[in-house]
């Protein structure tokens, strides 16, 4: 459903990403894992349009949004969150997902203005998906709290939640897991779990080698910015080429 | 061909100006990332201390001009302290509006303490010369090798001491510089300093041929944002080609405009690059 | 969602009310002018509000946009069109002015924005003192009319000769910009605001079109400057460079600042505080930019959200103290 072709990106000399191509497949959670700097990170700003690739093309449901601006990719149906943990600190849990939604919605100047009729069904309708979203996350509770209340899982939560609100196609998860304990690492990797089953496909990146082999259909293995690796958790684990790479380079447990 | 080659002697000493002062701000926007409003307005402090120094209290211009510039160096390095450090961690918009701050309080202060009319620092050297056919006064010759010597000076710095090398590394890349192990306060703070004080020295260069009044830093300032932003912050070449440019361009075209509409063109010129390339001619760097 | 506690919307009516009432206990036509003047600060503030508090674009323009309404509806009045057609075409030309310096400029982030809108209000204020045909150069325009009666059925007409009238007008403004404000800022698309101000990366990230938020509000907040100006220009009956100057600019940000960013009381609170503080310092003459500019520094420092900000938590506080004690006196009597 989501198709990246020979995207090659360049940064002054220095290539991030070369001539990289991989599916993610409707239902499916796919994981992308690589050595530090081996270019994940750039492949998901590559996708959302934060980045522009120097060549290649990526497309949506065979829509080509190569080069769209980031907002637009997300009302594609793309959603994502970052490697640092992400949100809008200044506000209210609750906001942060309403904000999520907007883009679905008509909430617009005039429409706010005005008070229209089709403003009314779509605050409330806002409300309603973000209270439905805070409930799957476990967060129903806290909505009415400033995210610095929340502790750092709940915080990684609510990331997650910001992107799963609007209901996308296509969650990208940058590190859900990152700096959190193992038992809030598997409350995680259950929450990730139950998004699938709710029917948004799922592309990760994830250091966490023993929480990617429990969760993932697939795996995609950059090394410098190129795929070295693609299949079955078991199927990577056993390739010869990915055994390298991260003897080469660092271990991850 | 003499008026044209009097009109361009004319704009490279403004431009000597213009470099100097766009040069400290150009350092203070790489290091700091915010813009400092103030930094036309330290250079008008530079100004007044000179006249403080070399006249109220008597020390004549050149001993003068040593202790205002040291003097300076230490409102800018207060500066870092009480306004700008606090204000390291909160949103951006925060130390723009600080930095608002600092330009009312250093106008009003020099206002209340010499007051609105025009002051005069007498001419060390009001003495006539010519050379290839300008006539100009040594003061004004002054201004230009001064300019060049403090430039040469600055450039040694930057190139030869660590100090130096170590702000030419936090102009550049903040971040990557705070990874090597640097002492950014430390930087921004000495930073300040030098902005400050080569402010002070343009001031004190060019006030004895110019009124000096508490509202002279602001147009200046503002010119100065112009040079760094065309000329990309933290770039010190940029600010040294864009103030002797902005300096010939505005006496050359001086004859052409009104006088009046001069800084309209120089704002709208600004206003006009941004719109076709929003990081500036030479910039790279978003803030 | 986005109520207010009982509370405090009884203190808002007191005030509403005290407002209203003004007229019959300020009979002093100074001390009025200077509270008519503060309603009309108090609008285009409100609007600087908007870009710098809610969107967290720093606009150093305001007074120009101001001063833009100021002279539209000077120079348009003068020129024969009426008042009540004036005033919206001025605050429409102001908001299409700010459209085209935002489009260029609001793409880029921070500092350059700020530095831009600088430049343009010290433009806008060379061009107003120089520009002698348009103008009146630093003269400006004396001798603009009042606005035209408005008839009433079975009533008469409303006229607007008095300065109670005009103090009731400004003040059916204020409450109306105010309205607008409250709508726009307490809901879904008021969030987009404070998310681009907070975030920007993120909320690109979940389909805000930054960009576009950005220009949106520099619009609407530059709109309701010449909105302010256009007032402000029918009530002093002359306008002049000082009614576009960058000082005004400065002066509302002051307002915004130390009132309170980011809350709709704030710059309201700022506009009528801050004038009226100035009349008592008369004596300090100079002294007074001294004064507030040291004070902007450390209201930004230790107070961000200003004097409405600092009550609020500590209103806040209050509560919790209020709450704590409520569980502990339960604890004790079972």
Redesign the interface.
Known sequence: MLRVESVTKRFQGLVAVQDLSFEIIKGEILAIIGPNGAGKSTVFNLITGTLKPTSGQIFINELDITGAWPHQVASKGISRTFQTTSLFDQLRVIDNLMIGYKWRTKLGFWNTLFHTPRWKAHQAETYQRAMETLKFLGLAEKHDQFVPALSQEEQKRLAIGIALVCKPQVLLLDEPTGGLIQEETDRVTDLIRRVREQGTTVCLIEHKMQMIMGVADRIVVLNYGKKISEGSPAEVQSDQAVIEAYLGGEVHA | MDLFLQQVFNGIMFGSTYAIVALGLTLVMGILNIPNFAHGHLYMLGGYLLFFFGSTIGLGYWFGLIVSVAAMGVVGVLMERIVYRPLNDQPHINAFIAAVGSLLFLESFALVVWGSQGLRIPNPYPQMIEIMGITTSIQRLLVIIGAVLLIAGLHLFMKKTILGATIEAVAQNREGAMLTGINVNRVSAMTFAISAGTAAVAASLLSPIFMLSPSMGAILGMKAFVIVILGGMGSIPGAIFGGYLLGLIEALGGGYLSAAYKDVFAFGALILILSIKPTGLFGQKEV | ?FTKPIHTKLLYLAILAAALLLPWYVPDAYIFQIVTMSILYAVAASGMNLI?GFT???T?AHGAFFGMGAYGVAIMTKAGIIFWLALPVSALIAAFIGLL?G???L??????F???T???G??VW??S??WVELTGGHNGIFGIPRPSPIPVPFFGQIEFFSQTSMYYLSLAVLLLVLF?LY??VY??????F??V???E??????????YATKL?SFV?GNFIAGLAGGMYAAIMGAVSPSAAGYMLT?NF?IFV?LGGMATLPGPVVGAFAIPVLMEFMQFLD?????I??????VV??YF?MGLVGGLRRLNQKVAARRQQKVSESGHASR
Do not use: E, K
């Not at chain 3, 809901?187 to 987009?192: A, N, R």
């Not at chain 3, 100079?286 to 001294?290: A, S, T």
């Not at chain 3, 507030?292 to 520094?297: D, S």
């Open positions: 969602m710098l967290g674009q720093v150093l310096i489009l260029p400029t793409r880029t982030r921070g500092a350059y700020a530095i831009v600088l430049c343009f010290v433009i060379i061009v003192g120089n607008a709508r726009l809901s879904v698309f008021g969030l987009t404070m998310a101000r907070n975030n990366p993120l909320a690109d990230s979940v389909g805000i079109n930054t949106i609407a400065f940000l600042i100079d002294y007074r930019m001294l507030f500019g040291a004070l902007l520094i930004i420092i961000p």
